[in-house]
């Protein structure tokens, strides 16, 4: 299995950005996915996650009401669609699967690469 991250880049505070985890090797509709994200110097946190229908979705109270996670099953691919950015989302941002929809980085057991997400104030 391989989860292929893309989508960051450099933006300014108040700037949007859609992040992609293409799925592949793998059954990808039966499973949860989520995104994480580390900052430099800090602990792996949780950002979102959804479940294998987009039917509920799971939010850091960080970024709830600016973040949107989706997907698209046919095109085996999970989204971040991240609003109005402010410069403590920097991080690189880490797509995962996991087995249920849980705000725990224990409950994912494949991680993709990382995609960094810089934002200047």
């Known amino acids: 299995v391989q989860l292929q991250a893309s989508g960051g880049g450099l933006v300014q505070a108040g700037d949007s950005l859609r992040l992609s985890c293409a799925v592949l090797?793998?059954?990808?509709?039966?499973?949860?996915m989520g995104w994480f994200r580390q900052a430099p110097g800090k602990e792996r946190e949780f950002v979102a996650a959804?479940?294998?229908?987009?039917?509920?979705?799971l939010y850091s109270e960080s970024v709830k009401g600016r973040f949107t996670i989706s997907r698209d099953n046919a095109k085996k691919t999970v989204f971040l669609k991240m609003n109005n950015l402010k410069p403590e989302d920097t991080a690189v941002y880490y797509c995962?699967?996991?087995?249920?929809?849980?705000?725990?980085?224990?409950?994912?057991?494949?991680w993709g690469q990382g995609t960094q997400v810089t934002v200047s104030s």
């Open positions: 995962a699967k996991g087995s249920s929809l849980s705000s725990w980085s224990s409950n994912y057991n494949y």
């Open positions: 959804i479940t294998w229908n987009g039917g509920r979705t």
């Open positions: 090797g793998h059954t990808f509709s039966s499973h949860r």
